[in-house]
Protein backbone atom coordinates (compact mmCIF):
# COMPACT_ATOMS: atom_id res chain seq x y z
CA UNK A 1 0.00 0.00 0.00
CA UNK A 2 1.38 3.99 -1.09
CA UNK A 3 0.54 6.76 0.96
CA UNK A 4 1.58 10.29 0.17
CA UNK A 5 0.93 13.38 2.84
CA UNK A 6 1.00 17.02 1.51
CA UNK A 7 2.13 19.67 3.98
CA UNK A 8 3.19 23.00 4.04
CA UNK A 9 0.02 24.69 3.19
CA UNK A 10 -1.61 27.56 4.36
CA UNK A 11 -2.72 31.44 5.23
CA UNK A 12 -0.53 33.79 3.21
CA UNK A 13 -0.73 37.34 2.31
CA UNK A 14 -0.88 38.23 -1.54
CA UNK A 15 3.09 38.55 -2.62
CA UNK A 16 3.99 35.60 0.16
CA UNK A 17 5.65 32.44 0.07
CA UNK A 18 5.02 28.76 0.90
CA UNK A 19 6.89 25.71 0.49
CA UNK A 20 4.84 22.38 0.33
CA UNK A 21 6.20 19.01 0.36
CA UNK A 22 4.56 15.75 -0.42
CA UNK A 23 6.10 12.84 1.20
CA UNK A 24 5.54 8.94 0.05
CA UNK A 25 5.69 6.06 2.17
CA UNK A 26 4.71 2.30 1.53
CA UNK A 27 5.23 -0.33 -0.81
CA UNK A 28 7.55 1.88 -2.88
CA UNK A 29 9.51 0.29 -6.03
CA UNK A 30 10.41 3.09 -8.03
CA UNK A 31 8.95 7.22 -8.88
CA UNK A 32 9.02 8.19 -12.24
CA UNK A 33 7.16 11.59 -12.52
CA UNK A 34 6.33 13.76 -9.76
CA UNK A 35 3.33 16.46 -9.72
CA UNK A 36 1.81 19.07 -8.19
CA UNK A 37 -2.22 19.65 -9.24
CA UNK A 38 -4.80 22.30 -7.82
CA UNK A 39 -8.65 22.82 -7.54
CA UNK A 40 -9.90 25.99 -6.67
CA UNK A 41 -13.40 26.19 -5.52
CA UNK A 42 -15.82 25.15 -8.35
CA UNK A 43 -13.21 24.26 -10.71
CA UNK A 44 -11.95 21.43 -12.31
CA UNK A 45 -8.18 20.11 -10.94
CA UNK A 46 -5.48 21.47 -13.12
CA UNK A 47 -1.59 20.74 -13.55
CA UNK A 48 0.46 23.21 -11.86
CA UNK A 49 4.12 21.50 -12.24
CA UNK A 50 6.00 18.74 -13.10
CA UNK A 51 9.15 16.70 -12.61
CA UNK A 52 10.62 13.67 -14.50
CA UNK A 53 12.32 10.88 -12.71
CA UNK A 54 15.78 12.81 -15.05
CA UNK A 55 14.94 15.89 -13.17
CA UNK A 56 13.02 17.97 -16.20
CA UNK A 57 10.67 20.25 -14.81
CA UNK A 58 7.65 21.87 -16.58
CA UNK A 59 4.64 24.72 -15.41
CA UNK A 60 1.59 25.40 -16.16
CA UNK A 61 2.01 29.50 -17.82
CA UNK A 62 -0.05 30.97 -14.67
CA UNK A 63 2.82 29.49 -12.43
CA UNK A 64 6.21 29.67 -14.23
CA UNK A 65 8.66 32.22 -12.86
CA UNK A 66 6.70 31.61 -9.69
CA UNK A 67 6.85 28.28 -8.57
CA UNK A 68 9.47 26.02 -8.83
CA UNK A 69 9.06 22.26 -8.60
CA UNK A 70 12.01 19.77 -6.88
CA UNK A 71 12.42 16.17 -5.78
CA UNK A 72 14.55 14.14 -3.58
CA UNK A 73 14.65 10.74 -4.67
CA UNK A 74 16.02 9.12 -1.23
CA UNK A 75 13.15 10.61 0.52
CA UNK A 76 10.52 9.90 -1.68
CA UNK A 77 9.40 13.64 -1.80
CA UNK A 78 8.59 15.82 -3.74
CA UNK A 79 9.07 20.05 -2.92
CA UNK A 80 6.56 22.81 -4.39
CA UNK A 81 8.11 26.68 -3.86
CA UNK A 82 5.43 28.71 -4.52
CA UNK A 83 6.96 32.58 -4.54
CA UNK A 84 4.84 35.93 -5.29
CA UNK A 85 1.47 34.14 -4.38
CA UNK A 86 -1.62 35.66 -5.65
CA UNK A 87 -5.32 35.33 -4.74
CA UNK A 88 -6.03 33.00 -7.52
CA UNK A 89 -3.35 30.19 -6.26
CA UNK A 90 -5.89 29.96 -3.77
CA UNK A 91 -6.71 26.49 -4.00
CA UNK A 92 -6.56 22.61 -2.45
CA UNK A 93 -3.04 21.53 -4.21
CA UNK A 94 -2.42 17.91 -4.42
CA UNK A 95 0.77 15.97 -5.44
CA UNK A 96 0.53 12.82 -7.54
CA UNK A 97 3.71 10.03 -8.02
CA UNK A 98 3.90 7.91 -11.08
CA UNK A 99 5.05 5.20 -9.62
CA UNK A 100 5.21 1.47 -9.55
CA UNK A 101 5.50 -0.91 -6.38
CA UNK A 102 7.08 -4.03 -7.77
CA UNK A 103 8.96 -3.03 -10.74
CA UNK A 104 6.29 -3.43 -13.74
CA UNK A 105 3.37 -1.66 -13.74
CA UNK A 106 3.51 1.90 -13.11
CA UNK A 107 0.30 3.97 -11.73
CA UNK A 108 -0.80 7.28 -10.40
CA UNK A 109 -0.85 8.00 -6.56
CA UNK A 110 -2.33 10.95 -5.49
CA UNK A 111 -2.16 12.85 -1.87
CA UNK A 112 -4.91 14.13 0.25
CA UNK A 113 -4.40 17.38 -0.18
CA UNK A 114 -3.46 20.75 1.38
CA UNK A 115 -5.11 23.90 1.44
CA UNK A 116 -3.33 27.11 0.06
CA UNK A 117 -5.38 30.48 1.03
CA UNK A 118 -4.51 33.56 -0.49
CA UNK A 119 -5.84 36.50 1.37
CA UNK A 120 -5.19 39.82 2.94
Known amino acids: QVQLVESGGGLVQPGGSLRLSCVGS????????MGWYRQAPGKQREFVAG???????YYSDSVRDRFTISRDNAKNTVYLQMNNLKFEDTAVYYCKFTMTADGSRYADYWGQGTQVTVSS
Open 51 to 57: ITGAGDT
Open 26 to 33: GSIFRING
